[in-house]
Protein backbone atom coordinates (compact mmCIF):
# COMPACT_ATOMS: atom_id res chain seq x y z
CA UNK A 1 0.00 0.00 0.00
CA UNK A 2 1.34 3.47 -1.01
CA UNK A 3 1.86 6.56 1.37
CA UNK A 4 -0.35 9.15 -0.99
CA UNK A 5 -4.07 8.50 -0.49
CA UNK A 6 -4.52 9.87 -3.75
CA UNK A 7 -3.76 9.00 -7.61
CA UNK A 8 -2.37 12.02 -8.84
CA UNK A 9 0.25 14.22 -6.05
CA UNK A 10 3.14 15.71 -7.57
CA UNK A 11 6.00 16.65 -4.41
CA UNK A 12 8.06 20.06 -5.54
CA UNK A 13 10.15 19.87 -2.28
CA UNK A 14 12.86 16.59 -1.52
CA UNK A 15 16.12 15.88 -1.22
CA UNK A 16 18.91 13.23 -1.59
CA UNK A 17 21.22 13.07 1.40
CA UNK A 18 24.63 13.13 0.13
CA UNK A 19 27.25 10.72 1.82
CA UNK A 20 30.52 11.99 2.62
CA UNK A 21 32.22 11.03 -0.82
CA UNK A 22 29.58 11.66 -3.01
CA UNK A 23 31.23 14.65 -4.63
CA UNK A 24 34.42 13.80 -4.66
CA UNK A 25 32.98 11.43 -6.79
CA UNK A 26 32.21 13.99 -9.48
CA UNK A 27 34.60 16.50 -8.75
CA UNK A 28 37.47 16.72 -10.98
CA UNK A 29 40.48 15.56 -9.99
CA UNK A 30 42.52 19.21 -9.11
CA UNK A 31 39.26 20.25 -7.23
CA UNK A 32 39.03 17.02 -5.25
CA UNK A 33 41.46 18.13 -2.24
CA UNK A 34 40.50 21.08 -1.88
CA UNK A 35 36.64 20.82 -0.98
CA UNK A 36 35.47 21.44 2.38
CA UNK A 37 34.88 18.89 4.94
CA UNK A 38 31.87 16.84 4.72
CA UNK A 39 29.19 18.24 7.75
CA UNK A 40 32.31 20.59 8.51
CA UNK A 41 33.95 17.66 9.81
CA UNK A 42 31.88 17.02 12.90
CA UNK A 43 32.64 14.08 14.68
CA UNK A 44 29.51 13.04 15.61
CA UNK A 45 27.38 13.59 12.27
CA UNK A 46 30.12 11.28 10.64
CA UNK A 47 29.43 8.56 13.17
CA UNK A 48 25.69 8.83 12.50
CA UNK A 49 26.07 8.88 8.56
CA UNK A 50 28.49 5.80 8.84
CA UNK A 51 25.48 4.20 11.07
CA UNK A 52 23.14 4.71 8.52
CA UNK A 53 25.21 3.41 5.81
CA UNK A 54 26.05 0.24 7.72
CA UNK A 55 22.42 0.26 8.06
CA UNK A 56 21.61 0.44 4.11
CA UNK A 57 23.89 -2.20 3.14
CA UNK A 58 22.53 -4.55 5.93
CA UNK A 59 19.25 -4.50 4.37
CA UNK A 60 20.47 -4.39 0.95
CA UNK A 61 21.85 -8.06 2.36
CA UNK A 62 18.98 -9.41 4.38
CA UNK A 63 15.44 -9.41 3.06
CA UNK A 64 13.96 -9.29 6.42
CA UNK A 65 15.33 -6.00 7.67
CA UNK A 66 14.80 -4.65 4.09
CA UNK A 67 10.73 -5.98 4.40
CA UNK A 68 11.21 -3.99 7.36
CA UNK A 69 12.25 -0.76 6.13
CA UNK A 70 10.04 -0.79 3.63
CA UNK A 71 7.33 -0.79 6.13
CA UNK A 72 8.15 1.88 8.75
CA UNK A 73 9.67 4.11 6.16
CA UNK A 74 7.96 6.97 6.76
CA UNK A 75 8.49 6.84 10.45
CA UNK A 76 11.00 9.36 11.84
CA UNK A 77 13.57 7.04 12.60
CA UNK A 78 13.88 6.54 8.81
CA UNK A 79 14.43 10.07 8.21
CA UNK A 80 17.91 11.74 6.86
CA UNK A 81 20.52 9.51 6.24
CA UNK A 82 18.45 6.78 7.48
CA UNK A 83 15.61 7.71 5.70
CA UNK A 84 15.02 4.80 2.58
CA UNK A 85 16.60 6.02 -1.12
CA UNK A 86 18.27 8.52 0.83
CA UNK A 87 21.61 8.53 -1.48
CA UNK A 88 21.33 5.16 -3.14
CA UNK A 89 19.73 5.69 -6.41
CA UNK A 90 17.59 2.41 -6.93
CA UNK A 91 16.95 2.53 -3.62
CA UNK A 92 15.19 5.63 -3.96
CA UNK A 93 13.37 4.21 -6.76
CA UNK A 94 11.88 2.10 -4.26
CA UNK A 95 11.44 4.31 -1.95
CA UNK A 96 9.09 6.58 -4.99
CA UNK A 97 7.25 3.74 -5.48
CA UNK A 98 6.11 3.15 -1.57
CA UNK A 99 5.66 6.96 -1.48
CA UNK A 100 3.38 6.91 -4.43
CA UNK A 101 3.94 10.46 -6.09
CA UNK A 102 4.43 11.08 -9.84
CA UNK A 103 6.52 13.33 -9.72
CA UNK A 104 9.54 14.87 -6.82
CA UNK A 105 11.90 18.38 -7.56
CA UNK A 106 14.85 16.86 -5.61
CA UNK A 107 17.76 19.20 -3.76
CA UNK A 108 20.47 18.39 -2.45
CA UNK A 109 21.39 18.45 1.39
CA UNK A 110 24.78 19.01 2.85
CA UNK A 111 27.09 19.01 -0.53
CA UNK A 112 25.46 22.12 -1.06
CA UNK A 113 27.19 23.12 1.97
CA UNK A 114 30.38 21.84 1.12
CA UNK A 115 29.82 23.93 -2.09
CA UNK A 116 28.80 27.31 -1.03
CA UNK A 117 31.84 27.09 1.94
CA UNK A 118 34.58 26.77 -0.34
CA UNK A 119 37.15 29.60 0.15
CA UNK A 120 38.14 29.86 -3.42
CA UNK A 121 36.20 30.78 -6.53
CA UNK A 122 38.00 28.21 -8.52
CA UNK A 123 36.90 25.57 -6.08
CA UNK A 124 33.67 26.97 -5.50
CA UNK A 125 32.80 26.86 -9.20
CA UNK A 126 34.32 23.35 -9.50
CA UNK A 127 31.83 22.08 -6.46
CA UNK A 128 29.01 23.91 -8.34
CA UNK A 129 30.03 21.56 -11.26
CA UNK A 130 30.34 18.23 -9.53
CA UNK A 131 27.16 19.55 -7.11
CA UNK A 132 24.62 19.32 -10.27
CA UNK A 133 26.77 16.42 -12.18
CA UNK A 134 26.06 14.59 -8.72
CA UNK A 135 22.17 15.02 -8.76
CA UNK A 136 21.48 14.57 -12.93
CA UNK A 137 23.16 11.19 -12.01
CA UNK A 138 20.87 10.36 -9.28
CA UNK A 139 17.84 11.39 -10.75
CA UNK A 140 18.44 10.20 -14.43
CA UNK A 141 17.16 6.75 -14.42
CA UNK A 142 13.74 7.62 -12.74
CA UNK A 143 11.29 9.42 -14.66
CA UNK A 144 9.42 10.80 -11.31
CA UNK A 145 12.75 12.78 -10.15
CA UNK A 146 12.94 16.26 -11.53
CA UNK A 147 16.78 17.40 -10.48
CA UNK A 148 17.64 20.89 -9.82
CA UNK A 149 20.75 22.06 -10.73
CA UNK A 150 22.39 24.96 -9.05
CA UNK A 151 22.91 28.56 -10.68
CA UNK A 152 25.18 30.81 -8.64
CA UNK A 153 23.76 33.96 -9.51
CA UNK A 154 26.16 35.55 -7.30
CA UNK A 155 29.12 34.63 -9.73
CA UNK A 156 27.57 37.70 -11.55
CA UNK A 157 25.49 37.45 -15.08
CA UNK A 158 27.89 36.07 -17.21
CA UNK A 159 29.41 33.17 -15.10
CA UNK A 160 25.75 32.30 -14.14
CA UNK A 161 25.17 32.36 -17.73
CA UNK A 162 27.68 29.98 -18.59
CA UNK A 163 26.37 27.45 -15.58
CA UNK A 164 23.08 27.93 -16.53
CA UNK A 165 23.99 26.67 -20.26
CA UNK A 166 25.42 23.68 -18.88
CA UNK A 167 22.00 22.72 -17.01
CA UNK A 168 20.35 23.05 -19.75
CA UNK A 169 22.94 20.56 -22.11
CA UNK A 170 22.34 18.30 -19.01
CA UNK A 171 18.36 18.02 -19.35
CA UNK A 172 17.79 19.74 -15.91
CA UNK A 173 14.55 21.32 -16.06
CA UNK A 174 14.69 22.98 -12.36
CA UNK A 175 17.24 25.29 -11.40
CA UNK A 176 18.26 26.46 -8.25
CA UNK A 177 19.09 30.38 -7.27
CA UNK A 178 20.68 32.43 -4.94
CA UNK A 179 18.40 35.03 -3.68
CA UNK A 180 20.61 37.54 -2.19
CA UNK A 181 23.42 39.41 -4.11
CA UNK A 182 26.71 39.67 -2.74
CA UNK A 183 27.28 43.43 -0.80
CA UNK A 184 29.96 44.21 -3.64
CA UNK A 185 27.62 42.76 -6.63
CA UNK A 186 24.61 43.81 -8.40
CA UNK A 187 21.07 43.49 -7.98
CA UNK A 188 20.08 40.51 -10.24
CA UNK A 189 17.21 42.81 -11.22
CA UNK A 190 19.99 44.79 -13.03
CA UNK A 191 19.17 44.67 -17.13
CA UNK A 192 22.57 42.84 -16.87
CA UNK A 193 20.79 39.79 -15.75
CA UNK A 194 18.72 40.27 -18.10
CA UNK A 195 20.18 37.34 -20.54
CA UNK A 196 19.76 34.98 -17.72
CA UNK A 197 16.11 35.60 -17.35
CA UNK A 198 15.78 35.58 -20.84
CA UNK A 199 17.71 31.96 -21.38
CA UNK A 200 15.51 31.03 -18.45
CA UNK A 201 12.05 31.55 -20.30
CA UNK A 202 13.49 30.56 -23.61
CA UNK A 203 14.44 26.83 -22.01
CA UNK A 204 11.44 26.88 -20.38
CA UNK A 205 12.76 25.97 -16.36
CA UNK A 206 11.48 26.41 -13.35
CA UNK A 207 12.89 28.78 -10.65
CA UNK A 208 13.23 27.74 -7.34
CA UNK A 209 14.37 29.61 -4.13
CA UNK A 210 15.02 27.67 -0.88
CA UNK A 211 16.11 27.53 1.92
CA UNK A 212 20.03 28.16 2.79
CA UNK A 213 20.51 29.48 -0.62
CA UNK A 214 20.68 32.97 0.89
CA UNK A 215 24.15 32.85 2.89
CA UNK A 216 22.45 31.20 5.52
CA UNK A 217 19.62 29.54 7.38
CA UNK A 218 18.17 32.65 9.07
CA UNK A 219 18.74 36.22 8.46
CA UNK A 220 18.24 37.41 12.35
CA UNK A 221 20.77 39.60 13.58
CA UNK A 222 22.93 37.38 16.02
CA UNK A 223 22.10 40.97 18.28
CA UNK A 224 18.60 39.11 18.89
CA UNK A 225 20.01 36.35 20.66
CA UNK A 226 22.22 38.09 23.59
CA UNK A 227 19.16 38.01 25.64
CA UNK A 228 20.31 36.00 28.43
CA UNK A 229 18.37 33.29 27.05
CA UNK A 230 19.05 30.12 25.40
CA UNK A 231 18.01 28.16 22.38
CA UNK A 232 17.49 24.64 21.54
CA UNK A 233 20.59 23.06 19.60
CA UNK A 234 20.31 23.02 15.86
CA UNK A 235 19.57 20.06 14.14
CA UNK A 236 21.10 18.54 10.99
CA UNK A 237 19.20 19.74 8.76
CA UNK A 238 17.31 22.85 6.36
CA UNK A 239 14.75 23.77 9.56
CA UNK A 240 15.34 26.85 11.47
CA UNK A 241 16.82 26.64 14.52
CA UNK A 242 14.91 28.10 16.57
CA UNK A 243 11.28 30.34 16.91
CA UNK A 244 13.06 33.23 16.04
CA UNK A 245 14.41 32.17 13.02
CA UNK A 246 11.50 30.33 12.13
CA UNK A 247 9.65 34.00 12.01
CA UNK A 248 11.76 35.35 9.73
CA UNK A 249 13.07 32.27 7.33
CA UNK A 250 10.76 34.02 4.47
CA UNK A 251 12.39 37.37 4.64
CA UNK A 252 14.98 37.66 1.81
CA UNK A 253 12.47 35.53 -0.59
CA UNK A 254 10.14 38.15 -0.01
CA UNK A 255 13.12 40.91 -0.87
CA UNK A 256 13.83 39.11 -3.81
CA UNK A 257 10.36 38.77 -5.02
CA UNK A 258 9.47 42.30 -4.50
CA UNK A 259 12.75 42.91 -6.18
CA UNK A 260 12.04 41.18 -8.93
CA UNK A 261 8.51 42.82 -9.54
CA UNK A 262 9.15 46.03 -8.47
CA UNK A 263 11.96 46.44 -11.37
CA UNK A 264 10.14 44.82 -13.56
CA UNK A 265 11.81 41.86 -14.07
CA UNK A 266 8.04 39.76 -14.18
CA UNK A 267 6.71 41.97 -16.52
CA UNK A 268 9.84 41.76 -18.99
CA UNK A 269 10.14 37.86 -18.93
CA UNK A 270 6.28 36.92 -17.75
CA UNK A 271 6.55 33.18 -18.73
CA UNK A 272 9.21 33.15 -15.84
CA UNK A 273 8.26 30.75 -13.19
CA UNK A 274 9.66 30.45 -9.08
CA UNK A 275 9.29 28.15 -6.73
CA UNK A 276 9.36 29.24 -2.84
CA UNK A 277 10.40 26.39 -1.41
CA UNK A 278 10.96 25.08 2.51
CA UNK A 279 9.97 28.93 3.22
CA UNK A 280 7.00 28.38 4.55
CA UNK A 281 3.35 29.95 3.06
CA UNK A 282 1.36 31.58 5.80
CA UNK A 283 3.17 34.78 5.05
CA UNK A 284 2.18 35.00 1.29
CA UNK A 285 -1.34 36.58 2.17
CA UNK A 286 -0.46 39.27 4.06
CA UNK A 287 2.67 39.96 1.68
CA UNK A 288 0.83 40.90 -1.45
CA UNK A 289 -1.46 43.02 0.18
CA UNK A 290 1.75 44.68 1.59
CA UNK A 291 3.20 44.50 -2.21
CA UNK A 292 0.10 46.47 -3.59
CA UNK A 293 0.12 49.14 -0.39
CA UNK A 294 4.17 49.70 -1.56
CA UNK A 295 3.09 50.11 -5.24
CA UNK A 296 1.03 52.23 -4.16
CA UNK A 297 2.63 54.56 -1.96
CA UNK A 298 5.85 54.75 -3.89
CA UNK A 299 4.33 54.70 -7.53
CA UNK A 300 4.18 58.65 -7.73
CA UNK A 301 7.87 58.85 -6.13
CA UNK A 302 9.77 56.64 -8.46
CA UNK A 303 9.30 55.22 -11.34
CA UNK A 304 7.24 52.11 -11.83
CA UNK A 305 5.71 52.57 -15.33
CA UNK A 306 6.88 49.32 -16.56
CA UNK A 307 4.62 47.74 -14.15
CA UNK A 308 1.42 46.77 -16.28
CA UNK A 309 -0.50 44.86 -13.24
CA UNK A 310 -1.03 45.44 -9.98
CA UNK A 311 2.85 43.52 -8.22
CA UNK A 312 0.06 40.76 -6.38
CA UNK A 313 -0.76 40.03 -10.06
CA UNK A 314 2.42 38.81 -10.68
CA UNK A 315 2.87 36.84 -7.84
CA UNK A 316 -0.66 35.14 -8.74
CA UNK A 317 1.01 34.98 -12.30
CA UNK A 318 4.51 33.73 -11.91
CA UNK A 319 4.81 32.11 -8.14
CA UNK A 320 4.51 29.27 -6.14
CA UNK A 321 5.07 28.16 -2.52
CA UNK A 322 5.21 25.57 -0.66
CA UNK A 323 3.80 25.33 3.07
CA UNK A 324 5.65 23.70 6.09
CA UNK A 325 3.78 20.24 7.20
CA UNK A 326 1.40 21.76 10.03
CA UNK A 327 0.58 25.31 8.23
CA UNK A 328 -3.08 25.93 7.78
CA UNK A 329 -3.04 25.18 4.46
CA UNK A 330 -7.13 25.38 4.31
CA UNK A 331 -6.94 28.70 5.63
CA UNK A 332 -4.11 29.70 2.81
CA UNK A 333 -5.86 28.63 0.32
CA UNK A 334 -9.36 30.09 0.83
CA UNK A 335 -7.65 33.18 1.90
CA UNK A 336 -6.50 34.07 -2.21
CA UNK A 337 -3.82 30.97 -2.43
CA UNK A 338 -5.33 28.49 -4.51
CA UNK A 339 -3.45 28.87 -6.84
CA UNK A 340 -0.14 29.32 -5.15
CA UNK A 341 0.61 26.23 -2.91
CA UNK A 342 1.91 23.28 -3.87
CA UNK A 343 2.20 19.97 -2.32
CA UNK A 344 5.99 19.38 -0.43
CA UNK A 345 7.06 16.45 1.94
CA UNK A 346 10.40 17.29 2.13
CA UNK A 347 11.07 13.66 1.91
CA UNK A 348 13.37 12.77 3.31
CA UNK A 349 14.27 15.30 6.17
CA UNK A 350 13.27 15.06 9.92
CA UNK A 351 10.96 18.47 9.29
CA UNK A 352 8.85 17.00 7.05
CA UNK A 353 7.27 15.05 9.47
CA UNK A 354 6.55 11.27 9.35
CA UNK A 355 2.72 11.89 7.88
CA UNK A 356 3.32 15.64 5.73
CA UNK A 357 -0.44 14.78 3.79
CA UNK A 358 -2.13 13.94 7.43
CA UNK A 359 -0.79 17.38 9.00
CA UNK A 360 -1.96 19.33 5.52
CA UNK A 361 -5.43 17.07 5.06
CA UNK A 362 -6.40 18.37 9.30
CA UNK A 363 -6.74 21.98 8.18
CA UNK A 364 -8.63 20.88 4.75
CA UNK A 365 -12.16 20.34 6.04
CA UNK A 366 -14.68 21.54 3.08
CA UNK A 367 -12.62 22.42 0.93
CA UNK A 368 -13.79 21.79 -2.89
CA UNK A 369 -12.08 18.96 -4.98
CA UNK A 370 -10.93 21.34 -7.57
CA UNK A 371 -8.80 23.69 -4.78
CA UNK A 372 -7.82 20.04 -3.30
CA UNK A 373 -6.28 18.88 -6.88
CA UNK A 374 -5.00 22.69 -7.32
CA UNK A 375 -2.61 21.95 -4.53
CA UNK A 376 -1.61 18.02 -5.08
CA UNK A 377 -1.13 18.21 -8.94
CA UNK A 378 -2.11 21.39 -10.75
CA UNK A 379 -0.12 24.16 -9.69
CA UNK A 380 2.67 21.48 -9.67
CA UNK A 381 1.86 20.78 -13.41
CA UNK A 382 1.99 24.54 -14.30
CA UNK A 383 5.07 25.31 -12.33
CA UNK A 384 6.96 22.69 -14.74
CA UNK A 385 5.58 23.57 -17.66
CA UNK A 386 6.46 21.93 -20.63
CA UNK A 387 9.38 19.70 -18.77
CA UNK A 388 6.49 17.61 -17.30
CA UNK A 389 7.35 14.00 -18.29
CA UNK A 390 4.27 12.45 -16.70
Avoid at 281 to 303: G, T, V
Wanted: aromatic share 12%.
Amino acid sequence: MVYAHRKEIYDADSHMMETPDWISNYADPKIRPHLEPFVGGRKRALAEIKQAINDFESRQKDPEIFQKAQKEFMSMKHKGWNGLGAFDKKERSLANDLLGFKGQIVFPTSAFNQVIEAKDQEIFEGGVRALNRGLSDFCKDDIRLYGCAYIPLGLGPNKALEFLKEAINSNFSVVLIDTIAPIEGISFTHPDYDKVWSLIQEADLAITLHVGVDGGYSPVPKSFYKNASSVPAHKEGDAPGDALSYMAIQYNAELFLAAMIFDGVLERFPKLRIGVIELGASWIISWMKHLDQSYKAFRKLQDMSVLKLLPSEYVLRQIKVTPFAGEDIGWILTSGAEDLLMFASDYPHHEGTDDPIGRFEKTMDGLREEIRNKFYSDNFKSFLGSHLDI
